[in-house]
């Protein structure tokens, strides 16, 4: 868990991290999707609501957060300390951003209790604005992903159920469906390089996010079409003989999809094996995504 003063000093800093916040044309109830250097066209609530809210993230890694995200914490607590010294040196310089002025977003007060984890009622699909890409909530009792950055994603967005309560190392085990825009690391200029990324991709997933050691067994790699962009989708399963693990194994899928921006939209969806009957999931969702 994160100190007292990493979650007050990312609400602080808010004004520069894309999230929710009230809207500025000042319409009562109504937020607005600030992407982190303009406002965008998606709102929530009010009496023009557009979008289900999809809460800013808090905090790292609280509350029984899902044993995957484990590998995150290092990369949040560097993207802090980053953020630390950006607000400092615009403290030093005058509050000064250079370059236009643009709206800043006003910041309601901090919370005084720790945000849920589920969504709002009537919640029927995934909204990822930083993907540009919706999909299907998958419904009662699943829990809304809610996280800083993760090694393969610039941000993340979805959902995710708790398949096994306590593991070996710590925190909890889950299936999971989630989505964000692909991470830096990952050099692409279009569709055209999906295939030749996708293994190291599915390497990084592996490494990072499952027992050791383990075997991957590839069910598919093929070029798709999906809401009229191009992308390439893998499908594999991972196996593994781990002491405390209640699963051997795990299925999972990495789709990368042209979405028109700089970054293509990368969809990450993983189901242990003491859940089989959830692996319809994959292509369930996969076949629900639109563009934004």
């Not at 000093?9 to 929710?20: K, R």
């Not at 995934?126 to 993907?131: E, F, Q, S, T």
């Not at 540009?132 to 959902?159: C, F, K, N, T």
């Not at 002491?243 to 051997?248: E, F, L, P, V």
């Amino acid at each position: 868990m994160p100190p007292p003063w990493f979650r007050a000093f990312t609400l602080a800093a808010m004004s520069v991290t894309p999230g929710w916040y009230d809207d500025p044309d000042g319409v009562p109830g109504r937020q607005r999707w600030w992407n982190g250097a303009s406002w965008s066209d998606v709102t929530s609530g009010g009496t023009t609501a557009t979008a289900q809210a999809i809460r800013p993230a808090y905090d790292v890694i609280e509350g029984g957060r899902p044993k995957r995200l484990r590998s995150w914490l290092p990369w949040a607590i560097v993207g802090g300390a980053v953020l630390l010294i950006v607000v400092l040196a615009v403290t030093l310089v005058g509050g000064s951003r250079g370059g236009p002025a643009i709206a800043e977003p006003t910041i309601g007060p901090i919370p005084t209790t720790e945000p849920s984890d589920t969504f709002a009622p009537g919640t029927t699909r995934i909204l990822d604005p930083d993907a540009s890409i919706s999909y299907a909530y998958l419904g009662e009792g699943w829990r809304e992903v809610d996280s800083l950055p993760r090694p393969e994603m610039l941000a993340v967005h979805g959902q995710y159920i708790v398949t096994q309560e306590a593991v070996p190392d710590g925190g909890q085990f889950v299936a999971e469906c989630s989505s964000g825009p692909l991470a830096r690391q990952f050099q692409v200029t279009g569709p055209q390089d999906f295939a030749g990324i996708i293994d190291p991709l599915s390497e990084s997933f592996r490494a990072n996010y499952y027992p050791a050691p383990n075997e991957r067994d590839v069910l598919s790699s093929e070029a798709v079409t999906l809401a009229g962009r191009s992308g390439h989708l893998l499908k594999f399963d991972l196996t593994w003989d781990v002491a405390g693990y209640d699963s051997t194994g795990e299925r999972v899928a990495l789709l990368l999809l042209d979405t028109g921006k700089e970054r293509p939209a990368l969809v990450y969806i993983s189901v242990p094996n003491t859940h089989a009957e959830l692996y319809g999931v994959i292509d369930q969702l996969i076949a629900s995504i639109e563009l934004l």
